[in-house]
């Protein structure tokens, strides 16, 4: 549920912040009564200065409820005092808050959320300036008094007392004796939790509790968080990561609304069930993905979160593969094996997908939500998708990646964070240990010993030739050819 508390506040928040911080776009999911502006210009060069695409960002706040972005185009009506209010703040050295500021006292918004809140004085800007924990404080409900129903029950157990006392027949007072212990073996149970209620109120639900149907932002809270670092390319179902043709773009689209799942789960259905032969419906997974994400978030479901890491991304001067063959043979595992889990909580929607392996039936409450992920095969990306994902406990595991070069680079930081990481195609054996890395394929000597073996007895040639490349993945065969 949201937490809703009388009056709305109205926050002005610095841009840098709104970039940098997750905790931000939680708490407009769990307050209802919070509205957040933000500054387009600062917004746009603080992204600038992050190397972020500042129209993407913009899109996907404006999919956030109660997030107003403003520019000067808005600002005709009061452009005189953002005029004066700007001449007025020249102290500050900040151009961004500056203008931030003169923007909030302009529209008379009394509060602005900065990490700068220990830098300024209130008073000589004319504003309140809080920091995100301030915030927080005064969106949450009052605590009830405490003493208040401690008080009643003392008042009451007074006044017995003084009835009590004024009886004169003793087989009244026994008889009262019996019917205040049977009373008393009834309800001390519930005084006690009533008591615990008051000296232990309820608090605001954590970040990523599930909020009403209202705001759209609780489905898909992962992939947003996510899609905000613009360092690598992500996807719930908000955007196409390969294969494009008109349907899938409107399924999408229908998807990212964020408010119009029973459409998309439909545009994915006859996407994959269509029978017109330009339509790569056998070679999509990632339109079987977003189906399943789509009736998770239509059904408000609760689910647990994995991202799936593969090389999506074709870059013709540094090679690959056009089609994109390995990340959809890693998306068709994926795709099966979620639409296994979540096929018992939609037996409508999922009856009609059948697998080769029908033995298996998976039951449960919650469902599968995946997330997919871009490494592009690039350590560097990788690198960049391990610590952010290391950091999301809403994840409960990574797969990925396939190349080894890039597992044995993330393995450490994954481990560091505790999150479990298996590999479907990494087969070096020079890859750090961890607890928290598994694999589903052999090692590289697997594959190589039984060669070794035909050539030396089959063939009978004791000396071979390898030629190596300085692969990563190859140095274990390497190893294994050597005298």
Request: charged share 25%; aromatic share 8%; proline share 5%.
């Amino acid at each position: 549920m949201i937490v809703s508390n009388s009056s709305p506040i109205n926050v002005l928040v610095d841009a840098d912040l709104l970039v940098e911080s997750d905790r931000l776009l939680s708490m407009i999911s769990s307050y209802d009564r919070l509205y957040i502006t933000v500054v387009y210009s600062c917004l746009e060069r603080v992204c600038e200065r992050n190397n972020i695409e500042v129209q993407r960002v913009i899109s996907d706040l404006n999919r956030i409820p109660r997030i107003n972005i403003i520019s000067s185009e808005d600002a005709n009506i009061y452009r005189q005092s953002l005029f004066d209010e700007i001449e007025r703040l020249k102290f500050l050295e900040n151009d961004d808050f500056r203008e931030e500021i003169a923007y909030a006292i302009a529209q008379h918004i009394g509060v602005v959320v900065t990490n700068r809140y220990n830098e300024y004085d209130d008073a000589e800007l004319g504003i309140n300036i809080l920091s995100l924990k301030q915030l927080e404080a005064r969106l949450r409900p009052k605590k009830p008094p405490r003493r208040t129903f401690l008080r009643r029950v003392k008042n009451l157990l007074r006044r017995v007392w003084h009835w009590i006392r004024s009886i004169r027949n003793p087989w009244y007072l026994i008889i009262l004796a019996f019917v205040l212990v049977g009373i008393l073996i009834f309800t001390i149970p519930w005084m006690v939790q009533q008591v615990q209620n008051i000296l232990d109120p309820a608090q605001p639900p954590p970040p990523n509790a599930t909020v009403s149907p209202a705001v759209d932002s609780y489905q898909n809270t992962d992939c947003v968080l996510l899609i905000l670092d613009k360092s690598f390319k992500t996807s719930c179902g908000e955007q196409i990561l390969l294969d494009i043709y008109d349907p899938k773009t409107q399924a999408i689209t229908a998807f990212s609304a964020g408010n119009n799942y029973p459409e998309a789960v439909k545009k994915f259905k006859d996407i994959w069930y269509n029978q017109d032969k330009n339509i790569p419906k056998d070679i999509d997974p990632e339109v079987l993905i977003y189906l399943n994400n789509s009736l998770l978030n239509r059904d408000i479901q609760d689910a647990d979160t994995i991202a799936i890491l593969v090389p999506a991304e074709y870059n013709i001067d540094k090679g690959g593969d056009p089609e994109r063959s390995l990340a959809k043979e890693l998306l068709r595992g994926v795709a099966q094996a979620q639409t296994l889990v979540n096929k018992s909580l939609f037996p409508n929607d999922l009856a009609e997908f059948t697998f080769s392996d029908n033995k298996l039936k998976l039951t449960g409450k919650k469902g599968l939500r995946v997330i997919i992920v871009d490494d592009a095969n690039d350590k560097e990306r990788a690198r960049k998708i391990a610590e952010t994902l290391g950091k999301k406990k809403e994840i409960l595991a990574v797969i990925g990646h396939y190349a080894s070069e890039l597992t044995s680079e993330v393995i450490q930081t994954y481990d560091d964070n505790k999150t479990v990481l298996i590999s479907p195609g990494s087969t070096s054996e020079d890859l750090p240990a961890s607890q928290y890395f598994f694999r589903t394929v052999p090692s590289a000597s697997t594959h190589v010993e039984p060669i070794i073996k035909f050539i030396s007895e089959k063939v009978e040639q004791p000396k071979v030739a390898v030629f190596y490349q300085g692969y990563f993945i190859l140095k274990s065969a390497k190893i294994c050819f050597s005298p």
